[in-house]
């Protein structure tokens, strides 16, 4: 079966929303990552499709230089204004497609893909990642849980409100129909081991977050499906549409949730 193809203009629009509202990487996540591959100083980390910066800001410590990639504008934006912001000086933002990315072999010692990876040809980054990495350096898939991913009632009634909105404004076509099917197919593991690299397990880490009727709605419009790009004149109804789901007048009120963040390690053999 055919790898499906994303549009590339999924994201336009929402690096305010992404930089703001989605919930960072744990720490004991970063950590653990680190010891693992014993990468605590020096050398060379590549971000591929990078969003705001999140897995770059958060690693950029134990590398002496950071190549984040991805190519949305606004995006980079928000990551350059945040490296500023910060005085971080050796994180490079680079725009480009992950896809048209091209970098020296043998030059990495970890490539990171946060929450991307589903929708990049995977065979093809699987490939450039393994001649990108140095011999026995890593590849680390991170993931984590949106909101509306459980049973509580009010995730229920986000899940309910998104998917009569994206019915309304035809954002189901945003995403090509039997992505998830071609993963069932080609599980990430056998892509990254067709492609050379070996598989070094998986690792998860549980947190626990409270979520606010105003934070459910800027996560929303941090997605590709319903953000107020998207929505256009629509967005103001949307989320007030929202805030009556989840039967709360008091922009105060929290949903708790435990959001299981997770990486996927694979390495370049000696």
């Known amino acids: 079966m055919a790898e499906p193809e994303f549009r590339r203009d999924l994201y336009r629009g929402t690096g305010f929303h992404y930089e703001r509202f989605r919930v960072p990487y744990p720490p004991a996540l970063v950590d653990d990552l680190l010891t693992r591959t014993e990468l605590t100083g020096g050398g060379r980390l590549l971000d591929l499709a990078c969003g705001t910066g999140q897995v770059a800001f958060a690693l950029h410590r134990s590398f002496e230089e950071v190549w984040a990639v991805d190519q949305e504008q606004d995006m980079l934006g928000v990551g350059r204004e945040t490296a500023e912001a910060l005085g971080v000086r050796n994180i490079r933002f680079v725009d ?4 048209d990315f091209l970098a020296p072999d043998a ?5 990171t893909i946060g929450n991307a990876y589903q929708r990049l040809p995977r065979q093809t980054v ?3 990642v393994r001649r990108w990495l140095r ?9 984590s849980e949106t909101p509306w991913q459980g049973e509580a009632p009010w995730q229920l009634a986000v899940s309910a409100t998104l998917e009569r909105w ?3 404004t035809n954002a189901h076509d945003r995403v090509p129909s039997g992505w998830e099917q071609a993963r069932t197919d080609r599980p990430d593991r056998e892509v990254l081991q067709r492609a050379g690299l070996e598989w070094c397990g ?4 549980p947190v626990t977050h409270h979520w606010s009727p105003e934070t459910l709605v800027g996560f929303v419009h941090s997605t590709s499906f319903l ?4 929505l256009g004149d629509l967005a103001d109804e949307f989320e007030e549409d929202l805030r009556r789901a989840l039967a709360s007048g008091d922009p105060t009120a929290h949903f708790s949730q435990t959001i299981t963040f997770t990486y996927e390690l694979a390495r370049r053999p000696t």
Do not use: C, I, Y
Not at 202 to 205: E, L, N, R, Y
């Open 166 to 168: 994206m019915t309304k």
């Open 227 to 230: 953000s107020r790009e998207v």
């Open 135 to 143: 011999p026995g350096r890593w590849l680390a898939l991170l993931w």
């Open 202 to 205: 998986s690792h998860q880490f």
């Open 96 to 99: 480009s497609s992950v896809e």
């Open 107 to 111: 030059s990495f010692d970890l490539v």
């Open 126 to 128: 699987a490939v450039n």
